[in-house]
């Protein structure tokens, strides 16, 4: 559902592991002539957002038709219709989600790609360091968390990112309130933590799905994932966001490891 370009196009071939990590690219800065004729190997992400298709166009719909849908990931679907669907995303067609697509398959179809995702949408292998944050509390929890955070793929990470602000726009109207002229509003009863509860598994995955014991998860386990989901939906746009302080300690230390990196970085300024 995306891909990658390049985005540096006369450095030498040393890769900036840092810069590419914190994704420090602004791409209405680029040149698109630059990757013309040029087959180099640095690529600082994202140069568009790498948001599956399939992400994009089941957020957008449930935000635009469903955020007053009491019930919303809870309800059951048309197995069917849902199906339908994915084997249209999976077949590369331009699927156009309407009013005339239910809510609830479209919640399903959302739910499925996450939870059926080759590598979770949080990788395997940073599992347990996730985990390791319920136990903390207050800021060395999220200084943490954000760290993890900045150890995602380019693509894993644009596309929590966006799942994130969904979740929290979703969490935003589960109480009903009361429209202009005085009538009332239904809010979708789905709290953060509601949401966090049936996303939780979905993005933070110990085994492959369909793997032994894939299914089975301790109540320790299944807690924890709950609480970093939620302080996930909760705190994301501060959690995704470089401060200054830590961009400039990037830059010094770029100075020292890829000074081309850094010359660059300031012709473009």
């Not at 360091?129 to 943490?144: N, R």
């Not at 979703?170 to 429209?179: D, T, Y």
């Amino acid at each position: 559902g995306a891909m990658s370009v390049d985005s540096i196009t006369d450095l030498s071939d040393n890769t900036s592991k840092l810069l590419e990590a914190l994704q420090l690219s602004h791409p209405h800065e680029l040149d698109p002539r630059r990757t013309l004729g040029k087959k180099k190997m640095l690529s600082l992400n994202p140069i568009t957002w790498q948001v599956p298709r399939i992400v994009e166009r089941c957020c957008k719909h449930i935000e635009t038709h469903g955020l007053q849908t009491v019930g919303i990931f809870r309800v059951g679907s048309s197995k069917k219709r849902v199906q339908q669907l994915r084997e249209e995303f999976d077949r590369g067609l331009d699927v156009f989600l309407d009013e005339h697509q239910s809510v609830h398959d479209v919640a399903a179809l959302l739910k499925e790609f996450l939870r059926d995702m080759p590598d979770s949408l949080i990788p395997r292998e940073l599992y347990a360091a996730f985990l390791s944050t319920a136990s903390m509390e207050g800021p060395v929890q999220l200084a943490t968390l954000q760290l993890l955070l900045f150890l995602l793929p380019p693509c894993h990470s644009d596309t929590l990112h966006r799942l994130l602000r969904f979740l929290s726009k979703v969490a935003r109207h589960a109480e009903s309130s009361w429209g202009p002229d005085g009538q009332e509003i239904p809010g979708n009863k789905m709290t953060v933590s509601n949401l966090a509860t049936i996303f939780g598994p979905n993005i933070l995955q110990k085994e492959k799905p369909g793997e032994k014991d894939a299914g089975a998860m301790n109540f320790e386990d299944s807690s924890a994932i709950i609480l970093v989901l939620q302080r996930l939906i909760e705190h994301y746009q501060t959690l995704f966001m470089v401060s200054p302080e830590m961009q400039l300690d990037i830059l010094r230390r770029l100075f020292q490891t890829d000074p081309d990196v850094i010359d660059y970085l300031l012709r473009r300024k």
